[in-house]
C-alpha cells in the first residue's frame, strides 16, 4: 500500500479516536510514515531554449512558452483565450482543465512576452490565440 495512503489512513484513525470515541490515548501510538519527496525534473535555459527553437510556428512557440512557464497542463493551454490574459495584473486566468479543478493565476512576464499581450493594444492582442489558425498575423 503506497504511504500516502497509509498516512490518510493514519489521519482517518487519529479522528475517530480522538473525537468520535473519546480516546486520545490509543491515537499517540499512530505514527505517519515518512517518504522521500522526489523534486521535479526542471530544464535548463538551454534545453529550454532547444525545446522553444524546435517549433516552426510562432503560435506554437508561445503555447509551449506559456505552457511551461505557468506550470500549465496541455487541456489548459488549448483553451486559453487572450481575455484570460490580464497583463496589467500579470495574470493569467486558466479555466479548469478537470471539473474538479479550481482556477490557479499565473503571473510573471515570461508568461505574458511570448503572446505579445504586454503591450499594443486590445484589438491587436485579440486575434493572438493558442486555438486559432497557425500563422504569425493571428499573434501580431
Request: charged share 20%; net charge positive; glycine share 6%.
Amino acid at each position: 500500500m503506497p504511504v500516502p495512503t497509509l498516512n490518510a489512513i493514519v489521519s482517518a484513525l487519529r479522528f475517530f479516536f480522538t473525537h468520535t470515541l473519546d480516546r486520545p490515548d490509543l491515537a499517540r501510538r499512530l505514527v505517519r510514515l515518512a517518504y522521500p519527496r522526489t523534486l521535479p525534473i526542471v530544464l535548463s535555459r538551454d534545453e529550454v531554449t532547444r525545446l522553444l527553437n524546435a517549433t516552426t510556428c510562432l503560435k506554437h512557440q508561445a503555447a509551449l512558452s506559456v505552457a511551461y512557464g505557468a506550470g500549465l497542463r496541455v487541456a489548459e493551454v488549448s483553451v486559453l483565450k487572450v481575455a484570460d490574459i490580464d497583463s496589467l495584473r500579470m495574470l493569467i486566468r486558466v479555466e479548469p482543465a478537470r471539473a474538479d479543478s479550481t482556477v490557479t493565476p499565473c503571473s510573471g512576464r515570461t508568461c505574458l512576452s511570448s503572446c505579445g499581450s504586454g503591450g499594443g493594444s486590445v484589438e491587436s492582442r485579440a486575434s493572438c490565440s493558442v486555438t486559432a489558425g497557425c500563422s504569425r498575423a493571428s499573434i501580431r
